[in-house]
């Protein structure tokens, strides 16, 4: 998360979708005065994810789950590729597994702490706001793999994203939560390649 001062200096607007949360969330992040609390009307993270790009006004967008953490200097890093590269549609990094919940048992191996992979995911990213409006926005008929589904579509269309060899996001890992639900995930996945094939062979 960026600091008050962080976000200042980088004239950074700070969106914090909200679903009824019980631990004063809101009334603490309402005491800044440069974060904006949206109370989410939907349900779902692709919901969450399409109400704040419905809000956001900036030319850059950028996601935080509230398990992650982006690493520091990451944000900083990555926009001054966007900057440089403005043919490129979105620039990621790379995913180190954290524990937040002191142990990882029953969570699968790519799902262990401390391991890294490429940051295929909403968190890494940063994204031209307007690409959403050429590939569309999260489809919330997916429960969990509504994150790969749209980054496969954006690359399909618009190619592939700029990746940095360096650690951008701190990705939480704990029990319950939508990661650990391997039969939903691997049926949506399914679904995820059946389309990505269909829009192939519709090309042809």
Not at 83 to 96: D, E, F, I, L, Y
Not at 126 to 151: K, M, P
Request: one cysteine or more.
């Amino acid at each position: 998360m960026l600091s008050e001062t962080e976000s200042t200096a980088l004239n950074a607007e700070i969106l914090v979708i909200d679903k009824q949360s019980t631990d004063e969330t809101s009334e603490i992040l309402g005491s800044y005065h440069n974060i904006k609390v949206i109370q989410q009307t939907g349900n779902g993270l692709a919901n969450a994810r399409n109400e704040a790009i419905l809000y956001a006004t900036a030319a850059v967008v950028g996601f935080c789950d509230a398990d992650d953490m982006w690493a520091p200097g990451s944000l900083d890093s990555r926009m001054q590729i966007m900057h440089s590269s403005p043919q490129a549609w979105g620039v990621t990094g790379r995913v180190r597994f954290i524990d937040r919940t002191n142990s990882t048992s029953g969570l699968s191996p790519r799902r262990q702490a401390e391991i890294e992979h490429p940051g295929l995911t909403p968190g890494a990213i940063l994204v031209r706001r307007n690409v959403f409006e050429v590939a569309g926005c999260f489809d919330e008929s997916l429960h969990i793999g509504s994150d790969s589904d749209w980054i496969v579509r954006t690359s399909q269309k618009l190619g592939p994203l700029i990746h940095v060899d360096s650690v951008v996001l701190h990705k939480g890992i704990r029990f319950g939560s939508l990661s650990t639900n391997t039969e939903t995930y691997r049926q949506e996945m399914q679904l995820i390649a059946r389309r990505f094939i269909s829009r192939v062979r519709n090309k042809e």
